[in-house]
């Protein structure tokens, strides 16, 4: 929060009577608000812009050489704990990508340690180069089909405004308990509007009239269109509209057709969930910039989106743009259609000189510990048989680089009454453990595609309720895999011959690694390869992909520690075809 005298100390600078902490000359400035390219001085006072026009008091000069200056990256809707690094580690990934600020819903964390994990979060990303905002996560249980670690009542989340990085209310996932006016949910929604927050939805397979409900109950925005269709429904609704590009949810070519120059105001960019991997190969909204101007679009318009689109989304009046007032969190670029980002200044602090992180700046001041729960549940061998009536069943089908399954009917091979996997057919167990409170539930189920030839993987990664979930080609693999990461107290396992292929330890909340991210990519990597080892899949992440088979709010077939989940009847139905 500013003071009295530092706004002083800007206006002063502003009509020239003061020094600025920082004048950067000789760049060609990208104007979000009128769409062109502008020269002149950019004068920085106390982190924040001063004025642009000509500055010739300035205790620090940067020549640009003629670089474009853009406004910093905004990740309008982010999970961090998909990253499977803490907020001090991925802001060291985010900078150089030109991300400078990120709105973050920490569900994942909440569903397994409850307030204490949001608060971990919150105070991790204290003292980073990076403005990290909080939108309280809805949806603790997703759902009451499953069990989770944790709940949270609108009076426990309603003393979290307190804290100035909390903005608003996260994805209401929870379609059926807003339709049906649930008490607890609606008094969400009215704390964080009386908190004059942002609420946002999650309105995955609804369609325009079931949007009604959202838009009745003040939700104003959605990321989990997967077409140009679906993407206008929601803004013809009156949305805000999130194009997401993650790691298993890659949409945005499929959505990019619906922004044109008139209506691209209301759209804006997230990753949703990416893996550390991909960001660092890939790139985080930075990526999304370049997929959208290598499909047409206008370059500063992809800025837009970038930028000012989510800032006003969110409402962060002081971010998004270059201009007298707002925070001086600019991008040095030597070509706008190729992204190409040299320096990254955050809140006038120049983190990024010429690719490289300034570390010195990357230290985080705030928590770093956490007592994560432990990982409970008494799993038997016997536990693991999935006796059948029938030979005709619900199959889960994965569609590769997407969250929605399909409902598949198939006839699988039973030995004894019991479902046996079958690699020709490519049709493997999958189990859900729940881990967090020791009920003894275990769910059963069949998928179809992970092309596993022989072991399992299993992960506590398991979107939303974070159980235990495991695939494999054969029980004892499976148990195997449950074994270790249940040691690891939380971790992605790869096994296969009796032996552990890989694992990756992710001891905070079974969720994220304590380690660097170098060292987490590395794991993911040394994961991927055993994973390759053992099945003919390619083209995408099994690792996440198996996470989300367990989110019920997604469709269409998905499996909690209940049992097998279809989306359409919103409740568990048998494996067998009824």
């Not at 307190?162 to 609606?186: C, N, Q, R, T, Y």
């Not at 956490?370 to 619900?394: A, M, Y």
């Amino acid at each position: 929060m500013e003071t009295v005298k530092q706004l002083q100390e800007r206006i002063a600078v502003s009509n020239h009577r003061e020094a600025a902490d920082i004048v950067i000359k000789n760049g060609k400035i990208v104007n979000v608000f009128s769409k062109e390219i502008m020269t002149g001085d950019i004068a920085i006072k106390n982190g924040y812009i001063a004025g642009i026009g000509e500055f010739q008091k300035a205790k620090t000069v940067i020549d640009a050489k003629g670089k474009y200056l853009v406004p910093g990256f905004i990740d309008s809707h982010v999970h961090v704990e998909s990253a499977m690094v803490t907020p001090a580690e991925f802001a060291r990934v985010l900078l150089p990508n030109g991300v400078t600020t990120i709105v973050t819903d920490p569900h994942e964390i909440a569903n397994v340690a409850g307030e204490a994990g949001i608060t971990f979060m919150l105070e991790n990303a204290e003292g980073i180069p990076l403005d990290m905002f909080v939108m309280l996560p809805s949806s603790v249980p997703a759902t009451q089909t499953e069990n989770n670690g944790a709940e949270l009542k609108a009076k426990q989340l309603k003393p979290l405004y307190a804290h100035p990085k909390v903005i608003g209310l996260a994805e209401v996932m929870d379609f059926p308990s807003v339709a049906s006016g649930s008490e607890d949910i609606l008094q969400k929604i009215l704390d964080a509007k009386a908190e004059g927050g942002r609420i946002d939805g999650h309105g995955a397979g609804l369609h325009s009239q079931d949007l009604n409900n959202y838009l009745a109950a003040g939700i104003r925005t959605d990321h989990e269109s997967t077409s140009a269709e679906e993407a206008l429904d929601r803004l013809r609704a009156g949305m805000y509209v999130m194009l997401r590009e993650g790691t298993v949810g890659r949409d945005l070519k499929h959505t990019l057709a619906a922004v044109n120059e008139t209506n691209s105001h209301r759209f804006c960019f997230c990753t949703d969930d990416k893996l550390i991997s991909d960001i660092m190969t890939e790139g985080s909204i930075n990526y999304h910039v370049k997929m959208a101007i290598a499909s047409g679009m206008d370059p500063i318009t992809a800025i837009q989106l970038a930028s000012i689109n989510a800032a006003t989304c969110h409402q962060l009046p002081y971010l998004g743009a270059i201009a007298a007032g707002y925070q001086a969190d600019i991008l040095f670029m030597d070509d706008l259609t190729e992204v190409s980002i040299t320096d990254v200044m955050k809140k006038g602090e120049l983190v990024v000189a010429d690719h490289v992180r300034k570390e010195s700046y990357f230290h985080s001041t705030g928590k770093t510990e956490f007592q994560s729960p432990t990982v409970r549940h008494q799993l038997k061998p016997e536990d693991l048989e999935l006796h059948l009536h029938s030979s005709l069943c619900n199959v889960i089908g994965i569609r590769p680089n997407q969250l929605f399954t399909d409902p598949l009917q198939e006839t699988v091979s039973l030995e004894s009454g019991q479902f046996m996997p079958s690699i020709h057919a490519d049709q493997q167990k999958m189990v859900v453990v729940e881990r967090h409170k020791n009920t003894g539930n275990v769910g059963l189920g069949i998928v179809k595609g992970f092309g596993l030839q022989k072991g399992a993987i299993a992960t506590t990664v398991a979107h939303d309720s974070h159980n235990i979930v495991a695939v494999g080609a054969d029980d004892d693999s499976i148990m195997l895999a449950i074994e270790t990461i249940t040691e690891k107290n939380g971790g992605i396992v790869v096994v296969a011959d009796g032996k552990v292929l890989s694992c990756l330890p992710l001891p905070i909340a079974g969720l994220l690694s304590d380690d660097t991210f170098e060292n987490v990519q590395s794991g993911l990597l040394e994961l991927e390869t055993a994973f390759h080892s053992i099945s003919t899949a390619r083209g995408f992440d099994p690792f996440l992909t198996l996470s989300f088979l367990t989110l019920p709010v997604i469709p269409t077939l998905k499996l909690t520690d209940n049992g097998l989940f279809d989306f359409e009847k919103f409740q568990v139905i048998p494996v067998e075809v009824e």
